[in-house]
């Protein structure tokens, strides 16, 4: 890793050589000295993000920018999907075509899916302090724990975009091939994906369960050690109660029972719009390998 020299070209050392950057709008801040902490862990995150860049890119496609933060739908902060940032974690990749999202685990390694939206669907974006709204024709994504300068900067360079219609597509975890829907599998390479039913009605039976078919396992081992405390509760609540009352004592149950029912239903609920924030490829993660596939069109 570079030491000396003049901080833009330790910068342009640190970016992955295989990816064209538009180094003026990725670094607008660099000073002489040293180099900014962030504008490191940017370039730092760009490497990471290679291996997929290298498969998702098209030969001509430059990168202005790129920012990590958490992908989230404004319902789940009021819900327990508030918890989801534990398993969203997310680099957003500005191109000179598009935004990509690229799942990534908590070291800033891509793990499980990418979605893009083209420049031309989006219809406005807005942000304030951490967070960024982008709206497309169909939906609105928010994005925050976002630095705020970085969340300034992003903001200026996704305003001059034009209104279209239209929203965002999945990529296929294999080939990137885009989509506006959620298939079952892949129409370009026939790589098979999670199905988001299968994955909400295993949340129903059990929350977690769902999660954990997804591959978010250690969020699902959470939410399944606080369903089975519940269960617990209600267990040694009813079973004492009815043996004492009857039917009465089953009744006096009846409020925990219904709070587990709500708990279960929402938790499925919640699973399921995880499930189609993108495509959760049958085989696990990303292709981070060596092997070149052909970029997406």
């Not at 030491?3 to 330790?10: K, L, N, S, V």
């Not at 079973?239 to 089953?250: C, D, I, L, Q, R």
Request: hydrophobic fraction near 40%; charge should be positive.
């Amino acid at each position: 890793m570079p030491t000396g020299g003049q901080p833009e070209e330790e910068l342009k050392a640190l970016l992955p050589a295989s990816i064209a950057v538009r180094f003026e709008e990725m670094f607008p801040d660099v000073r002489p000295g040293r180099i900014n902490r962030r504008d490191r862990k940017r370039a730092e995150m760009l490497r990471k993000a290679e291996p997929v860049l290298q498969r998702a890119l098209n030969p001509m496609e430059v990168v202005r920018f790129t920012t990590n933060g958490v992908r989230q739908l404004t319902w789940w902060l009021l819900t327990a999907g508030s918890m989801n940032p534990f398993a969203n974690r997310t680099t957003l990749v500005l191109t000179d075509r598009r935004v990509l999202l690229i799942h990534t685990d908590s070291r800033q390694q891509p793990r499980m899916f990418a979605n893009q939206l083209p420049l031309e669907r989006i219809r406005s974006t807005s942000g304030r302090n951490s967070y960024i709204f982008i709206r497309s024709g169909r939906e609105q994504l928010m994005f925050h724990g976002v630095k705020r300068s970085e969340a300034r900067q992003l903001k200026g360079l996704l305003e001059s975009t034009a209104t279209k219609k239209g929203g965002w597509q999945n990529l296929c975890p294999r080939c990137f091939t885009a989509t506006d829907d959620a298939p079952l599998s892949c129409a370009k390479c026939g790589e098979e994906f999670k199905s988001p039913k299968k994955a909400a009605l295993r949340s129903l039976l059990f929350p977690g369960l769902g999660d954990f078919y997804l591959g978010y396992r250690k969020y699902a081992m959470l939410e399944i050690m606080g369903a089975g405390l519940l269960w617990a509760l209600f267990v040694s609540t009813l079973v004492p109660t009815v043996m004492a009352k009857g039917v009465e004592g089953a009744i006096v149950a009846g409020p925990l029972l219904a709070l587990l029912a709500v708990i279960h239903t929402g938790d499925a609920l919640l699973t399921r719009a995880k499930a189609k924030t993108g495509l959760h490829s049958r085989d696990g993660n990303l292709p981070t390998g060596e092997q070149s596939l052909e970029p997406a069109s």
